[in-house]
């Protein structure tokens, strides 16, 4: 990553984009990398730390006092100025008339009392939203948008850091549910004053556990201390210890304690984001979960394979399509899948290592599963030869093709 940053700052004459363009894009690769802008922080070229400074609050203080204190002037100009566009106060006539990206970024400013007062006795619900969750809203409109009709004003204030003993109280005992659960996890509760509040975490939740990309992972592991994840992994809120479970470094004793979770949420995230989930756990939330990336978790290195053969006459083709990766499936069984209505059961008995070889070697020349078959692992080498030898009569047919 060092290289690649040095490699950025020369600025390669080949990419139609500038210095600042192509930083930016590296730093939001799959997700806000703070990992990343703490590497260019301290990166031994000022271009790359310059580079850095304009992303200034994502940096811990120590960081950005070195940065104003660098001993390259454009790197402190450029931490000054992040600094002073930070402070710069937005006021009403800041505020664009037109309702878009800038119109929100203006939202998520250092906000003059006006302009939040102005906002928040408006009617944009998406506006107030922001200005409920801002840092620097007034204590007296965080008071009034405590109790305003709309639920999703109330949950944005339910994730300030900042509120008071008093309204953390009057938030848990919110009429919306989803507000009761929002705000349960707020870091200022203790653990017996979250196991008395009434929640329903699918109130929060899209139902959506599916695997987070590599690059926000990391990002989103570079933000939290160990203290912080093996605090949450031992929660009676299932929201933290479902934030704890997207963290691969979590020990193996905390691991299976949240792979048999009661929560299929921390559960799913688990399998998908550490290495050590148990196998069945896998299995089993395969089983359970519908949402975006099920199928990912048959791919992943730990899924089971042994007794799938089970789910042969399985009416669901999901699971169906797991029988083939038994080891020691019957062949025939395998074989009869080959054929099945649904084409990922049909696929997936392809690649079976099971299949029998002579139907494996016939389905060389399937338009549909030639592709598949090619990459059985069961596949004999005097195949494979003929195969990836120029000219060869057997080949595989390509995509809508005729074998031959």
């Known amino acids: 990553m060092?290289?690649?940053?040095?490699?950025?700052?020369?600025?390669?004459?080949d990419v139609p984009a500038?210095?600042?363009?192509?930083?930016?894009?590296?730093?939001?690769?799959?997700?806000?990398?703070?990992?990343?802008?703490?590497?260019?922080?301290?990166?031994?070229?000022?271009?790359?730390?310059?580079?850095?400074?304009?992303?200034?609050?994502a940096l811990d203080e120590s960081?950005?006092?070195?940065l104003l204190a660098d001993v390259a002037e454009e790197v402190r100009q450029a931490a000054a100025a992040s600094v002073a566009y930070d402070r710069q106060i937005m006021r009403p006539d800041d505020l664009p008339e037109l309702r878009g990206h800038t119109y929100?970024?203006?939202l998520q400013r250092t906000l003059s009392p006006e302009l939040a007062r102005q906002v928040a006795a408006g009617d944009d619900m998406a506006a107030i939203e922001f200005v409920a969750g801002n840092r620097?809203?007034?204590?007296?409109?965080?008071?009034?948008?405590?109790?305003?009709?709309?639920?999703?004003?109330?949950?944005?204030v339910a994730k300030r850091q900042d509120l008071t003993e008093e309204q953390l109280t009057r938030l848990i005992a919110d009429p919306d549910v989803a507000v009761r659960t929002e705000v349960s996890a707020h870091p200022s509760l203790t653990e017996p004053q979250r196991a008395l509040v009434d929640i329903d975490v699918d109130s929060v939740s899209s139902g959506d556990f599916g695997p987070a990309s590599g690059n926000v992972r990391v990002s989103l592991e570079s933000r939290w201390s160990d203290e912080d994840v093996l605090r949450w992994a031992r929660s009676v809120n299932p929201l933290l210890r479902r934030q704890a479970a997207y963290d691969s470094r979590l020990p193996l004793d905390v691991v299976l304690d949240l792979?048999?979770?009661?929560?299929?949420?921390?559960?799913?995230?688990?399998?998908?984001?550490?290495?050590?989930?148990?196998?069945?756990?896998l299995l089993r939330c395969y089983l359970e979960y519908r949402g975006r990336g099920r199928a990912q978790l048959i791919e992943l290195p730990q899924f089971p394979t042994a007794g799938l053969a089970h789910y042969a006459e399985d009416?669901?083709?999901?699971?169906?399509?797991?029988?083939?990766?038994?080891?020691d499936a019957d062949p025939l069984l395998?074989?009869?899948?080959?054929?099945?209505?649904?084409?990922?059961?049909?696929?997936?008995?392809?690649?079976?290592?099971?299949?029998?070889?002579?139907?494996?070697?016939?389905?060389?020349?399937?338009p549909e599963l030639a592709e598949v078959a090619a990459t059985n692992p069961s596949l004999p080498v005097s195949e494979m030869r003929r195969i990836l030898t120029p000219g060869s009569s057997s080949g595989t047919a390509g995509p809508g093709r005729p074998g031959s």
Do not use: C, K, Y
Not at 2 to 13: E, F, K, M, N, Y
Not at 315 to 327: N, V, Y
């Open 2 to 13: 060092t290289q690649l940053l040095t490699d950025i700052d020369d600025g390669p004459a």
């Open 18 to 57: 500038s210095r600042h363009e192509l930083f930016t894009e590296f730093f939001i690769s799959g997700g806000f990398r703070v990992d990343l802008i703490r590497l260019a922080a301290t990166h031994h070229r000022p271009g790359v730390r310059r580079a850095a400074a304009g992303s200034f609050g």
């Open 63 to 66: 960081t950005q006092n070195a």
């Open 104 to 106: 929100f970024m203006v």
């Open 136 to 156: 620097t809203t007034p204590p007296d409109v965080v008071e009034a948008l405590l109790v305003h009709s709309d639920v999703a004003v109330r949950r944005a």
């Open 259 to 281: 792979a048999n979770d009661a929560d299929l949420g921390v559960r799913t995230i688990l399998a998908f984001h550490h290495p050590e989930a148990p196998p069945e756990s």
């Open 315 to 327: 009416p669901d083709p999901t699971l169906r399509q797991l029988a083939p990766r038994d080891p």
């Open 334 to 366: 395998v074989e009869r899948l080959v054929i099945d209505p649904e084409p990922p059961v049909r696929q997936a008995a392809a690649a079976g290592p099971r299949l029998p070889i002579a139907r494996l070697v016939a389905l060389l020349g399937d």
